[in-house]
């Protein structure tokens, strides 16, 4: 049981190019979310799911997308990288929405 | 918008001493105030948190108290001993509406000294 897994742990890019961060849970949740977190400002909801086949903003969506490929992976996607995006991506899940949040290890993004 | 202020940003004791953490939040809908650890390299884990319906809740060294009047709450950590230095986040959220956006703190930084 891994719990909540996301891939890549460290990743470089430069400006303008896309990547997208996957992300994996195995204890049968239904939501899930992509949190950013920087210095100083705690972490930040970018989107969440709160059941397959939907998605909804937080509180900074701009400059992502993200896909509910099925009930366990939810990928966030960033079209065009700008050094802002420079942050530690964090994925989570819970059983439904609202419930008890669970965090994978995080993906240190650096934009030059 | 809804925001959560945790204060002190970084905390140094001495092992042995009590740690208190504070934060206050503005949505007075707010309902739910979860408490998450995270080590140096990992993910947030939840170590604690409470209900609107309830003033305080304990979990051995654990505590966390509420008060809605003035829309606070307190995590306490007594008995410190080093395995207790990590990052510290509150956060608060409606939990009965199901939104799912959790707002979190800022952080403190606690330090537990040999």
Redesign the interface.
Same mark, same amino acid.
């Not at chain 1, 195995?26 to 709160?50: C, E, F, T, V």
């Not at chain 2, 809605?68 to 395995?83: C, G, R």
């Given at each position: 049981n891994a719990g909540v897994t996301q891939t890549p742990k460290f990743q470089v890019l430069k400006t303008g190019q896309s990547m997208t961060l996957q992300c994996a849970q195995d204890m049968n949740h239904n939501s899930m979310y992509w949190y950013r977190q920087d210095p100083g400002m705690g972490l930040r909801l970018i989107y969440y799911s709160a059941s397959e086949g939907t998605t909804d903003k937080g509180e900074v969506p701009n400059g992502y997308n993200v896909s509910r490929l099925n009930k366990r992976e939810f990928s966030l996607r960033l079209e065009s990288a700008a050094p802002s995006q420079t942050s530690v991506y964090f994925c989570a899940s819970s059983e439904s929405h609202g419930n008890t949040i669970y965090f994978g290890e995080g993906s240190w993004l650096t934009v030059v | 918008g809804e925001n959560?202020e *945790?204060h002190p =940003?970084t905390l140094s004791v001495q092992e042995g001493d009590s740690a208190v953490i504070k934060c206050t939040y503005s949505d007075s809908a707010s309902n +739910?105030f #979860?408490w +998450?650890k995270q080590e140096l390299? @990992?993910? #947030? *884990?939840?170590i604690i948190?409470i209900r609107s319906n309830v003033g305080e809740k304990k979990d051995q060294r654990i505590a966390v108290t509420l008060n809605k009047t003035a829309k606070h709450f307190s995590l306490h950590i007594t008995e410190t001993q080093p395995e207790d230095s990590a990052v510290y !986040?509150c956060?608060a =959220?409606r +939990? &009965? &509406?199901?939104?799912? @956006?959790?707002? !979190?703190?800022?952080?403190t930084t606690l330090q537990v000294k040999p």
């Amino acid at each position: 049981n891994a719990g909540v897994t996301q891939t890549p742990k460290f990743q470089v890019l430069k400006t303008g190019q896309s990547m997208t961060l996957q992300c994996a849970q195995d204890m049968n949740h239904n939501s899930m979310y992509w949190y950013r977190q920087d210095p100083g400002m705690g972490l930040r909801l970018i989107y969440y799911s709160a059941s397959e086949g939907t998605t909804d903003k937080g509180e900074v969506p701009n400059g992502y997308n993200v896909s509910r490929l099925n009930k366990r992976e939810f990928s966030l996607r960033l079209e065009s990288a700008a050094p802002s995006q420079t942050s530690v991506y964090f994925c989570a899940s819970s059983e439904s929405h609202g419930n008890t949040i669970y965090f994978g290890e995080g993906s240190w993004l650096t934009v030059v | 918008g809804e925001n959560v202020e *945790q204060h002190p =940003s970084t905390l140094s004791v001495q092992e042995g001493d009590s740690a208190v953490i504070k934060c206050t939040y503005s949505d007075s809908a707010s309902n +739910y105030f #979860p408490w +998450y650890k995270q080590e140096l390299g @990992k993910g #947030p *884990q939840l170590i604690i948190d409470i209900r609107s319906n309830v003033g305080e809740k304990k979990d051995q060294r654990i505590a966390v108290t509420l008060n809605k009047t003035a829309k606070h709450f307190s995590l306490h950590i007594t008995e410190t001993q080093p395995e207790d230095s990590a990052v510290y !986040f509150c956060a608060a =959220s409606r +939990y &009965r &509406r199901n939104t799912g @956006k959790l707002i !979190f703190g800022q952080g403190t930084t606690l330090q537990v000294k040999p």
